[in-house]
């Protein structure tokens, strides 16, 4: 597909681009309204087929813990066998949780690790079906609250007895920005993944304590403009980093419901790295 195309969804999804003016600019990329039309459903996710990960052999759970301005939501998953895991929070994109999400806490369940994916817009009465009503919600939320919440789940987590007290945290998009910032302010943090997402400011760096890996796709324009910065800060603090750049690759080639930027190979390579990050650090 046409990169103007992608690079325009991503302008659409992650800055205030109006529906009436993305299709508008879509219409006059694709040659009309019709070709924007059919061309929509390949941009979008499609969590209809977000169910790839079974989980006949995990143990799976809908969970509450407080949250500043009421109950927060989560989904966990982890091997049915009874044991202290490692524990990795999953975090979701500028969606919230959905299938997709709920499927990657499969897939970290799978790898032998206890994963609880909280879902951001619990505070405003869940996730949406609809795409563009998930994003709306997000301009609503308080950040500073939103923080918090996200911070709570490890408060919450060393009450269960299948954690083994090691945290990790891996997000994408939204939720690797926030993974950066789960790292700088959760001093028990042992490892934190980001893909594609928003970096922590570099004043904030001499307070990571944990191993930090940061997955980014070369074709990522607007995240990637702050890796550098990011990167020197990380090696200036002596943080214990790996990034990894994948080439030819667009922003959420990780999510598989995204047909035209999910990439395959990347995002197998990538999710194999980080459950060797995982395992280095939380077992």
Same mark, same amino acid.
């Given at each position: 597909? +046409?990169?103007?195309?992608?690079?325009?969804?991503?302008?659409?999804?992650?800055?205030?681009?109006?529906?009436? +003016?993305?299709? &508008?600019?879509?219409?006059?990329?694709?040659?009309?309204?019709? #070709?924007?039309?059919?061309?929509?459903?390949?941009?979008? !996710?499609?969590?209809?087929?977000?169910?790839?990960?079974?989980? +006949?052999?995990?143990? %799976?759970?809908?969970?509450?813990? /407080?949250?500043?301005?009421? @109950?927060?939501?989560?989904?966990?998953?982890?091997?049915? &066998?009874?044991?202290?895991?490692? %524990?990795?929070?999953?975090?979701?994109?500028?969606?919230?949780?959905?299938?997709?999400?709920?499927?990657?806490?499969?897939? #970290?369940?799978?790898? !032998?690790?206890? #994963?609880?994916? /909280?879902?951001?817009?619990? =505070?405003?009465?869940? %996730? /949406?079906?609809?795409?563009?009503?998930?994003?709306?919600?997000?301009?609503?939320?308080?950040?500073? @609250?939103?923080?918090?919440?996200?911070?709570?789940?490890?408060?919450?987590?060393?009450?269960?007895?299948?954690?083994?007290?090691?945290?990790?945290?891996?997000?994408?998009?939204? !939720?690797?920005?926030?993974?950066?910032?789960?790292?700088?302010?959760?001093?028990?943090?042992?490892?934190?993944?980001?893909?594609?997402?928003?970096?922590?400011?570099?004043?904030?760096? =001499? &307070?990571?304590?944990?191993?930090?890996?940061? *997955?980014?796709?070369?074709?990522?324009?607007?995240?990637?403009?702050?890796? /550098?910065?990011?990167?020197?800060?990380?090696?200036?603090? &002596?943080?214990?980093?790996?990034?990894?750049?994948?080439?030819?690759?667009?922003?959420?080639? *990780?999510?598989?419901?995204?047909?035209?930027?999910?990439? @395959?190979?990347?995002?197998?390579?990538?999710?194999?790295? %980080?459950? @060797?990050?995982?395992?280095?650090?939380?077992?």
């Amino acid at each position: 597909m +046409d990169q103007q195309i992608i690079n325009l969804y991503d302008e659409y999804t992650h800055k205030p681009l109006p529906r009436k +003016d993305f299709m &508008k600019r879509l219409a006059i990329l694709t040659g009309s309204t019709a #070709a924007a039309v059919a061309i929509l459903p390949f941009l979008e !996710g499609n969590y209809a087929k977000a169910a790839v990960t079974p989980d +006949d052999e995990l143990f %799976t759970e809908y969970i509450t813990y /407080p949250g500043v301005t009421g @109950e927060m939501k989560a989904y966990v998953a982890r091997p049915k &066998k009874e044991a202290k895991y490692g %524990t990795v929070v999953v975090i979701h994109e500028n969606r919230g949780l959905n299938a997709h999400i709920e499927d990657v806490a499969r897939r #970290a369940a799978t790898a !032998g690790f206890l #994963a609880i994916a /909280p879902n951001a817009l619990a =505070p405003l009465g869940g %996730t /949406p079906a609809n795409e563009d009503e998930a994003r709306t919600l997000f301009t609503k939320l308080n950040q500073a @609250e939103t923080q918090t919440n996200f911070i709570n789940i490890f408060n919450y987590l060393k009450t269960r007895k299948d954690s083994n007290g090691k945290f990790g945290c891996v997000g994408f998009c939204w !939720g690797g920005g926030m993974a950066n910032t789960l790292a700088v302010n959760v001093p028990e943090l042992k490892a934190a993944v980001a893909f594609y997402g928003r970096q922590a400011a570099v004043a904030d760096v =001499p &307070k990571i304590k944990a191993a930090v890996q940061l *997955h980014y796709a070369s074709l990522d324009e607007r995240v990637n403009a702050g890796a /550098p910065a990011y990167e020197q800060a990380l090696k200036d603090n &002596k943080v214990t980093y790996e990034l990894y750049m994948y080439p030819d690759v667009n922003h959420a080639f *990780h999510n598989d419901t995204a047909p035209t930027r999910y990439n @395959e190979a990347a995002a197998k390579l990538a999710w194999q790295r %980080t459950i @060797e990050f995982f395992k280095k650090h939380l077992a």
